[in-house]
């Protein structure tokens, strides 16, 4: 709406500089046929004179409302074109300087592709590196399981852990923001995907101390096993993050008619009933995280809001403050679901 206004304020400043010019040499025009006519025809009558201001006037007038008429009509053309997802001087090329318009467009895809370009380089450079560092993670985990000493092993398990969950999930970004998503839809067991998630997590869950409650049934849905997956994994990192004093992690399904809903839920620090609406936006932290207690990013849950899009399932939450945070995840009857579409749409 803003961008609308401000190609509107323009359009109306360029119209006025240009018809204040053509008001101007009218006005000229007019007094200078009334002092030719006071000055230089002796013998006339002024009522020849004021009905001649008088015609001309009129002319002015209609012209002038016509010329309006003009303005507004190309005004709405404007507002139309302005709302298509195309370029507008591919689409509507009869327009003053549009080889320039054309000139600009050439140069900024020029120039949009070349970044996109060295957008590729570094997302894959990334790629790499992430493939590169699983391998001195797992050798490091190994090394660890050596130490005598019990409380050092524990507590270098867990940084390698953090290490190994943070080059997994930053190599999924890659993916993710490439300029071809990956998703292959096919039909599988939930509940595999939920204890590949637990299983991703154990570490974390058992060291926190969790209460496990996992009835995920033996429902299967059309989904991505290798992304959904990876949306469980932020929602259990979550869980641990803002674990309560009693930990508990409860997971189970629901089915309506052709509508599957998977639940997750912990009786952990919660969420504010103001912020609930906002959890899914990226870099969105929270109150938890500036009361200096947690630490957060705020994109997981933005990248697990994108994942679940572009497979045509739903994400959403329900939350007390202090007490729980229940997230849900809607799978729909999508068989028929198209790769092409679903990043259609996010787009």
Not at 286 to 305: D, E, F, I, P, V
Request: hydrophobic fraction near 40%; charged fraction near 25%; proline fraction near 1%.
């Amino acid at each position: 709406m803003e961008a609308e206004e401000r190609v509107g304020w323009a359009c109306f400043q360029a119209y006025g500089k240009k018809r204040w010019r053509y008001a101007v040499f009218c006005m000229f025009i007019i007094a200078a046929f009334n002092l030719y006519f006071i000055f230089l025809i002796s013998g006339s009558s002024i009522k020849y004179l004021l009905y001649l201001d008088f015609l001309l006037m009129m002319a002015c007038g209609i012209s002038a409302v016509a010329d309006c008429c003009s303005f507004v009509r190309k005004w709405k053309r404007i507002k139309e074109l302005m709302g298509r997802k195309e370029l507008i001087c591919r689409v509507y090329p009869y327009f003053e300087n549009h080889e320039l318009a054309e000139h600009d467009v050439r140069v900024l895809e020029e120039q949009l592709e070349g970044r996109f370009s060295e957008n590729c380089e570094l997302q894959d450079y990334v790629a790499k590196w992430c493939h590169e560092m699983k391998i001195p993670l797992s050798a490091g985990l190994l090394m660890g399981e050596k130490i005598p000493d019990g409380r050092l092993r524990g507590g270098m398990r867990e940084q390698l852990e953090r290490m190994k969950q943070q080059v997994g999930a930053l190599l999924l970004g890659c993916r993710l923001q490439g300029a071809l998503f990956d998703l292959q839809i096919r039909k599988v067991f939930l509940k595999d995907c939920v204890r590949e998630s637990v299983h991703n997590n154990q570490f974390f869950l058992i060291q926190k101390g969790f209460e496990m409650k996992v009835d995920a049934g033996e429902e299967m849905v059309y989904t991505d096993p290798e992304w959904i997956v990876y949306v469980l994994d932020q929602l259990m990192s979550n869980a641990v993050k803002y674990a309560g004093e009693i930990p508990v992690l409860h997971i189970w399904t629901e089915k309506k008619g052709e509508i599957l809903t998977l639940f997750v839920e912990d009786h952990g620090a919660g969420i504010c009933e103001s912020e609930i609406s906002r959890v899914f936006e990226k870099g969105f932290t929270g109150r938890n995280y500036h009361n200096g207690k947690y630490r957060s990013t705020g994109m997981g849950l933005y990248m697990a809001a994108k994942i679940i899009g572009r497979m045509g399932h739903e994400i959403g939450v329900e939350s007390r403050y202090g007490e729980f945070s229940r997230f849900w995840i809607r799978f729909k009857k999508n068989e028929y679901f198209e790769v092409g579409q679903g990043q259609q749409a996010e787009k």
